[in-house]
């Protein structure tokens, strides 16, 4: 698979129009939709996987990924590029092996996003509580 059809699979066609968000809010739709890579990414088991054995033993070959999750070097490989597109790896090559590295700025930012909506629906919440406890 071609890194540009990855790069397809895992971009979000935002249903708004970028240009009309402004406001307050505007941050932080701008910001969910920049994550959106990221959490889609991450939809996949395997994928979540791979994440966690490059957060645990830092960075490593394709074939040490593929014996860590148990799945096929072919399979393994596809992940780690959709990964790589979403912009949560980088790879580099030491000899004949490409060496995968977790990139951990996209996992803060998609972090980020996710404290923002748990204090927005927190807000929400507290409306509602207020509204009908008087």
């Not at 580099?92 to 996003?113: F, K």
Request: with cysteine; aromatic share 4%.
């Amino acid at each position: 698979m071609s890194t540009d059809r990855i790069e397809k699979q895992v971009v979000l066609r935002a249903p708004m129009d970028r240009a009309k968000v402004s406001g307050a809010g505007a941050a932080g739709v701008t910001a969910t939709i920049a994550a959106a890579p990221v959490f889609g990414a991450l939809g996949d088991a395997n994928r979540l996987r791979i994440v966690a054995r490059l957060c645990d033993g830092g960075p490593s070959s394709t074939s040490q990924v593929t014996q860590a999750v148990s799945v096929t070097r072919q399979a393994a490989t596809k992940h780690l590029e959709l990964l790589q597109a979403a912009g949560l790896v980088s790879s580099s090559r030491r000899g004949r092996e490409r060496i995968w590295t977790l990139q951990t700025r996209p996992l803060a930012q998609a972090s980020d996003v996710l404290d923002q909506l748990s204090r927005r629906w927190d807000a929400t919440i507290d409306r509602w509580r207020a509204y009908v406890e008087d």
